[in-house]
């Protein structure tokens, strides 16, 4: 049985563009694994270059559409690319296959120059990423538009490849487009109105919906008049990928703590944003074990984290799903974070069979230390928890 990856990640840019390799090897970071920290937790996706010409023939090496479930391919489009017929053939063959494909593989072309878009008649009718549009600052011309191409790379593509993986069901607000493309993924800004991170959060919401495709539910203002405020509240949680303005009164608020309780419940991506200005009378306990960020205006920085959060659970859970298909393991629950105390009320909720001695749970790499996993082991040793890493201490004893 051959593993097959959630998804495989193609740069392809042109050998004589010599920035090319400098985007492609940000975009490794970002989405596979960074060289300048190996041990730290990344995404883990697979990401492949396509750039020198393969043996005897004028174009890079194919790309083989069976060996990921999806398929993401980013052709990095600048001039050189646009007057090299052999490459523009190759990505017009790439483009027929991702059409025949069924929505499992896409296209997501990086302009980088004007012609791009005039080049191939094919791709002429795909929406670009727009980097050719990025304006420069006079005084460090160099520095400021890197800075905003890499910010705009990550951004979008981040995006677009939660959209390719999650597949989601259109909401009853999204209007259907001609290509039936994925809807956006959703941001639940959560967060305190008696304090001014209230005023944070707006401007955080405005920033979105007025410079992404992202969209936003903001309480109040997103639920209809005679609907049941809790309730939209709750679904709407589970719709989205929590971002949690944590200010001094964020803890004190009924509903800010339920938004979050629900979100742990359901699984959703959260992510913490240290609003504090002097302090809170008490921290909630359940805010933990999610990546956190100090808030500095730093939008982007707080989508891109999100977008991280929200793909990463999705390759997560894929990529768990077929390890143990791959070794024929069957586990009692395959999670996308890593666990605490709160899982096991989410474990017995799940009517895991209780009369079993031994009960496998998987979560994603690097594995918890000692002392977190002797906590766990103290309220249950029944349970072990693996990651793909330990999976052969459990092969070697069966």
């Known amino acids: 049985m051959n593993f097959t990856s959630p998804l495989s990640i193609y740069i392809i840019w042109h050998p004589s563009f010599k920035e090319g390799k400098e985007i492609a090897n940000s975009l490794y970071s970002l989405f596979c694994r960074d060289y300048n920290k190996p041990l730290n937790k990344t995404l883990g ?43 523009k053939e190759y ?14 593989s896409k296209i997501y072309p990086i302009a980088l120059t004007k012609g791009a878009y005039t080049f191939s008649k094919s791709l002429a009718e795909i929406n670009f990423i727009r980097a050719d549009k990025i304006e420069q600052n006079i005084c460090s011309p160099d520095n400021n538009r890197q800075t905003k ?91 989205s990928a ?27 991506p959260v992510v913490i944003v240290n609003a504090i200005k002097n302090g809170e009378k008490r921290i909630f306990p359940y805010m933990g074990n999610y990546p956190s960020i100090r808030f500095n205006e730093n939008f982007d920085e707080i989508i891109g984290l999100t977008l991280e959060q929200v793909l990463y659970n999705s390759f997560t859970r894929k990529l768990l799903d077929n390890i143990t298909d791959l070794y024929r393991i069957s586990a009692h629950s395959i999670l996308s974070t890593y666990p605490e105390l709160y899982t096991f009320i989410q ?52």
């Open 242 to 268: 929590l971002v949690a303005f944590q200010s001094d009164s964020y803890s004190e608020r009924e509903w800010c703590r339920i938004e979050v309780l629900t979100a742990k419940k359901v699984g959703c």
């Open 149 to 239: 191409l890499y910010s705009l790379l990550k951004i979008s593509l981040l995006h677009e490849f939660c959209r390719l993986l999650l597949n989601m069901k259109k909401a009853v607000d999204e209007v259907e487009t001609l290509d039936h493309s994925n809807p956006p993924v959703k941001l639940f800004i959560s967060h305190s109105k008696h304090d001014e991170s209230k005023y944070d959060a707006l401007k955080f919401r405005d920033y979105i919906n007025s410079e992404t495709q992202l969209k936003t539910f903001f309480d109040a203002n997103d639920i209809a008049y005679g609907s049941n405020f809790g309730e939209e509240i709750k679904k709407a949680v589970k719709e």
């Open 91 to 104: 990505l017009e063959n790439l483009l027929k296959d991702c059409s025949a494909s069924k929505g499992k």
């Open 45 to 87: 996706i697979p990401v492949y270059f396509r750039s020198e010409v393969f043996k005897d023939s004028k174009t890079p090496k194919n790309i083989d559409f069976n060996e990921s479930e999806y398929n993401a391919i980013v052709p990095l489009i600048n001039e050189d690319f646009t007057l090299d017929e052999q490459y």
């Open 347 to 398: 474990l017995k909720e799940r009517s895991i069979d209780t009369d079993s001695e031994f009960k496998l749970i998987i979560y994603p790499d690097p594995p918890l230390g000692t002392e977190e996993s002797n906590v766990l082991n103290e309220l249950d040793d029944n349970y072990h928890f693996i990651t793909p890493t330990t999976l052969p201490s459990i092969l070697l004893n069966k």
